[in-house]
């Protein structure tokens, strides 16, 4: 009997227990996922270091680059807005591998009657179009503007196979060029000039109805060596417009021949000075080599305005020679003012150089060699010596270009020579940008096609610490404003692109010709992260050396971003792989907020239990909180507390301990999902003010939220994140406690509207 009942009990908790199963809801489990923190580190994006690249962004013991030296001589049409040339190239294959052919750059294909770059973006009719831009379009023959190549023959005038494929042309060798040889070839080319205020171009002329001039800024004008390196080979991506170019470093022998009365600069030092200058130039030029304050006027307003009249027969040639650079340019015209100023740079005198018709002053005479002068000190101060013998500003309408030693700005008065400050800042930007651009990429020379952050992005934020200092440097320049009003660089600058439709937003790690907003993409936001980086995230002193460090490394070489990240991290001994992977890699924005925050004291007597060794905390919203202990010491409060600072503690120092009356803790969120420092300004109702900024690492193991506790003798009265706008957080209206009222764009305008 007794075992049919125990068999009936089992047999009914069997029953019971089966039912609570059933009834239970079971929690299906998780899957596994892939390392998701926001820390992890970058082993599976790099590459693995070699003996080419090493581990620490440095070139490796066997890097190497090649060689591409140019004698060139090159005829400039005026007439007929056409420029012929002749080249002879000596190729060194510094590379282990032997080359079956090579691969030449032909960058005015891009404008050929059948470019395939005019169909590479879709489009639409529009309502209403501009009458030129329409004319441009719909009436107006293309514009037939590609190389013509006469031939490609060997140094003993026998022809080479080509091949040309778009803006790539491919020459095949008769023999391998091996490892550690040289091979030199001639090319004979032509091309129509296109005017570059009509389609864009990065190079062409200006034509001047008033007193038909043209001014010519001309550069990728010669089909030029394309870059063969350790990572990629042949560097044969087309030039589709957006990314730029990858050139490797020579040596230039370029002769240069123009109509007798135009005056000319390029890259490199001119080698006929005394044949091309008149005898007041050279005069002139003597002076400039000795003024370290102020421009010297090579060729006067008053002589180029005479010059603009006279249209002559007769030539020219100037003769430049350059070396180790990665690329040449020029600018001529009968119409262009001359000045120069020596800069005084690590013993060594650079020439400051402008050129600028007319059309250009009195803005130009005034601010562009200065600003030229300015850029050269300030990028030599955060990188290296400038080491060229001379920087160019030319200017050019509607233009922002650059390549060694020269490049063209744009920046012009009204008619009656009055200009605005946007004008007059636009200019100064865009001048210090462009000469910048010396030392990004044309010294340290990056991939521009593939990376155009690595050029533009650096640049930018090197533009905005030498806009910055500019305007501490002339404050009367800038007035009445109190610091230059940089457009990019700024945090905040960066908002409005980064809080934008995550659909037409590219990580900065894009190629250029992938993204969405190019301006914000490969300038704006690398240039915004670089200075987060250098004023909030590392500091100055420690950025600045890891800068350097990487600028020396690289000058005259082809690095990559994965050299740039490993150099700023093996230089400072700051682990920014969370810094890369957020800025440079995803999408994600800025957006830290108070999520909430409770109030606590210290209880008279235990919460739980009968633990009587333990102080006890309860929260406001607890039925335990007595809201007279508020400022009231805890050891007063607690019989534990008091025990123990009595027993432990001398009498000196319980009279030296400032008990904290009050006991907070405060949750932070992270909906942006980019961590970054949390810098919180605390305010206290004794009027106090205390800063605390929390390291990135407070989000490593939660990226979405974490708590902090705080205590303090005076009651906090206010939260404030990012008080002074360090991080680009797209989204304020959550960055305080208690929560302030802002007022929106419509009620703001409202008000401006009402004040009017």
Not at 695 to 723: A, F, H, Q, Y
Request: proline share 5%.
């Amino acid at each position: 009997m007794i075992r049919i009942k125990y068999a009936f009990a089992s047999v009914l908790f069997l029953f019971v227990a089966l039912g609570f199963a059933q009834e239970k809801v079971t929690k299906e489990k998780e899957p596994g996922h892939y390392n998701q923190s926001k820390f992890k580190q970058l082993y599976e994006e790099f590459s693995t270091p070699n003996t080419y690249r090493s581990a620490s962004g440095a070139p490796g013991p066997d890097y190497y680059q090649q060689q591409a030296d140019y004698v060139m001589d090159i005829l400039l049409d005026d007439k007929n807005a056409k420029i012929s040339g002749q080249e002879t190239i000596t190729y060194t294959n510094n590379s282990p591998d032997d080359l079956e052919y090579l691969w030449l750059q032909l960058d005015q294909n891009i404008r050929t009657k059948d470019s395939k770059a005019a169909l590479k973006n879709g489009s639409n009719v529009k309502e209403s179009e501009d009458t030129a831009d329409f004319v441009q379009k719909y009436i107006t023959e293309s514009f037939d503007g590609g190389f013509n190549i006469d031939y490609i023959k060997d140094a003993s005038g026998k022809a080479l196979p080509y091949t040309i494929n778009f803006t790539m042309m491919r020459v095949d060798l008769p023999t391998p060029l091996k490892s550690g040889d040289k091979y030199s070839f001639n090319v004979k080319w032509n091309y129509n000039i296109p005017d570059h205020t009509v389609n864009r171009a990065r190079s062409g002329y200006e034509y001047f109805k008033e007193d038909g001039n043209r001014a010519y800024v001309i550069a990728q004008f010669f089909p030029r060596m394309a870059v063969y390196s350790d990572v990629e080979g042949w560097q044969n991506h087309q030039f589709w417009g957006n990314g730029e170019f990858a050139l490797p470093f020579g040596n230039y022998e370029v002769n240069i021949t123009v109509p007798a009365d135009h005056i000319l600069d390029g890259t490199g030092v001119l080698q006929n000075r005394k044949e091309v200058y008149s005898k007041e130039m050279m005069s002139r030029y003597e002076q400039a080599k000795k003024s370290y304050d102020k421009p010297v006027i090579i060729v006067t307003q008053a002589e180029a305005e005479a010059a603009e009249k006279g249209f002559s027969n007769k030539t020219k040639t100037w003769k430049l020679k350059a070396e180790n650079v990665r690329d040449f340019g020029f600018a001529t015209s009968r119409k262009f003012i001359w000045d120069m100023q020596a800069v005084k740079l690590g013993g060594k005198d650079i020439m400051a150089v402008s050129m600028y018709p007319k059309e250009g002053n009195p803005l130009w005479e005034e601010y562009s060699t200065k600003a030229v002068a300015h850029t050269l000190k300030s990028y030599s101060s955060h990188t290296f010596d400038y080491p060229y013998p001379k920087a160019i500003s030319v200017h050019a309408k509607n233009q922002g270009m650059e390549y060694p030693m020269i490049c063209w700005n744009y920046g012009r008065p009204n008619e009656d020579g009055s200009y605005s400050d946007r004008t007059k800042y636009g200019m100064i930007s865009v001048i210090i940008h462009e000469v910048g651009h010396n030392f990004f990429p044309m010294i340290v020379n990056s991939d521009e096609r593939q990376w155009g952050w690595m050029d533009e992005g650096l640049d930018t934020f090197m533009q905005y610490m030498a806009e910055q200092e500019f305007g501490e440097a002339y404050p009367a320049a800038i007035a009445p404003n109190d610091k230059y009003p940089s457009r990019r660089g700024d945090p905040t600058k960066i908002v409005p692109y980064m809080s934008g439709d995550q659909s037409t937003i590219s990580p900065i790690m894009s190629n250029p010709e992938n993204v969405f907003q190019l301006g914000a993409n490969a300038y704006g936001k690398p240039a915004t992260a670089l200075n987060i980086l250098r004023e909030t995230v590392m500091g100055r002193e420690v950025f600045d050396h890891a800068f350097k460090t990487y600028s020396r490394r690289w000058m005259f070489k082809h690095p990559t971003p994965e050299d740039f990240f490993r150099t700023m991290e093996d230089a400072s001994a700051v682990d920014l792989d969370w810094y890369w992977r957020g800025w440079f890699y995803t999408t994600d924005y800025v957006d830290m907020g108070v999520k909430n925050i409770k109030k606590f004291q210290v209880a008279k007597k235990p919460v739980t239990g009968d633990l009587m060794s333990k102080v006890f905390l309860v929260s406001s919203d607890s039925e335990s909180y007595d809201p007279a202990l508020d400022g009231v010491n805890p050891s007063e409060t607690s019989k534990t507390l008091k025990e123990f600072m009595m027993d432990n503690m001398t009498e000196a120092e319980r009279a030296a301990v400032k008990e904290p009356k009050y006991f907070y803790e405060v949750t932070y969120n992270s909906p942006g999902g980019l961590p970054m420092p949390l810098i919180v300004e605390y305010t206290y109702a004794d009027g106090s003010v205390k800063n605390i900024t929390y390291p990135p690492e407070i989000w490593r193991k939660n990226s979405k939220e974490v708590s902090m506790v705080l205590s303090s003798t005076s009651e906090l009265t206010g939260i404030n994140i990012d008080p002074k706008m360090e991080t680009a957080d797209i989204d304020t209206t959550n960055n305080s406690w208690p929560k302030k009222e802002q007022e929106s764009e419509f009620d703001k305008m409202k008000e401006e509207i009402k004040g009017k």
